[in-house]
């Protein structure tokens, strides 16, 4: 008897929903493992947009020797002068430059470990290998360093995690309190006016953490403000949208998406040219690399580059706000 109770109480504990969520959490993770080692096990350059200033009679030999480099690790081209280079490197449309000086034995490496000081560590590795081999020797300036507090140029990913999490621990918080599935269309606009709320208060408060307070990153704290309250409303419209899909599971849609496939294509802890081609091409259309790639461009170039970013996040946002309006007048509906 006590035997047959005690399988009762198994069955009647582990009910099929119950499997199926542990099913689901034992593959999360296993998808968690997967995809931040997969992306950030093997690091190797990849197509990095790459200027060449060199005198024009020798420059289509030099690019064409560049770009014959087995496995393709750089994308060259030539610029007139350093005054170009230094401009692009501004715009975000290179990530270095080679000087080539056609009077001496030394040439100029221009990088912007802004950008990411482990990419700009692998090109200057790089580069100095090439010079060895043609006996020639380089010198590296850092045209846009990273800032003293933020020396491996990561503060800007960490800011960007932290806003993501509060975007989807506060509509999960939402639901938890009040069900995943708003009841009508006036609970799912009160819920989504709460998120804009929320997005306000954190991205103001992770921009002060990180730049008045911490002194981890330059720019404008304003800037910063406005994009962490888009980064926060954007991930928090959209787990509304998805649990008001999907119920409960939607949470787990949103880790999938911002946490296992966002964080290591997002270009943080590995720069975008050393991503894998997978996690390369997915992470600029996610809000951990749409956010992380626009933090750093606020911090330290300016606030160039931003355009394609910001519509990403912005459509993030519009979609999953019309989406929670319309799930909920959807059940609403007779």
């Not at 991503?275 to 951990?288: D, E, M, N, S, V």
């Amino acid at each position: 008897m006590p035997h047959s109770s005690f399988l009762a109480e198994v069955r009647d504990a582990v009910t099929p929903r119950a499997t199926l969520l542990i099913v689901g959490v034992i593959a999360l993770q296993l998808l968690f493992i997967a995809s931040y080692v997969g992306a950030l096990h093997d690091p190797k350059p990849k197509d990095v947009p790459f200027g060449l200033v060199a005198p024009q009679a020798a420059a289509p030999q030099a690019v064409t020797r560049l770009e014959r480099l087995p496995g393709s690790p750089l994308d060259p081209r030539a610029l007139p002068d350093e005054a170009t280079a230094r401009t692009q490197l501004a715009n975000r449309d290179i990530d270095a430059a080679l000087i080539i000086d056609p009077r001496g034995s030394t040439d100029t490496l221009l990088v912007a470990s802004g950008g990411g000081r482990v990419l700009s560590t692998t090109l200057t590795a790089l580069v100095t290998t090439l010079e060895k081999s043609e006996r020639r020797t380089i010198r590296t300036i850092d045209v846009i360093p990273s800032a003293p507090h933020d020396p491996n140029g990561l503060s800007s990913f960490y800011l960007v995690i932290g806003w993501c999490v509060g975007g989807y621990l506060g509509a999960a918080a939402l639901a938890i309190s009040a069900g995943a599935k708003p009841s009508n269309p006036t609970r799912a606009a009160i819920r989504l006016g709460v998120m804009a709320l929320v997005a306000i208060t954190g991205g103001l408060g992770g921009a002060l953490i990180t730049g008045p307070i911490l002194d981890a990153l330059p720019g404008s704290t304003a800037a910063l403000w406005g994009l962490g309250t888009l980064i926060i409303f954007a991930v928090g419209a959209a787990t509304l949208a998805l649990q008001g899909v999907f119920g409960t599971i939607g949470i787990g849609l949103v880790i999938l998406l911002v946490v296992i496939l966002g964080n290591p294509s997002a270009g943080g802890a590995l720069p975008p040219p050393l991503l894998p081609p997978f996690w390369k091409a997915i992470g600029p259309a996610l809000p951990p690399g749409a956010g992380t790639w626009s933090t750093r461009s606020i911090a330290y170039f300016d606030n160039n580059a931003m355009t394609g970013p910001l519509l990403v996040l912005a459509a993030w946002a519009a979609a999953g706000a019309a989406i929670t309006m319309a799930s909920a007048a959807r059940r609403k509906a007779p």
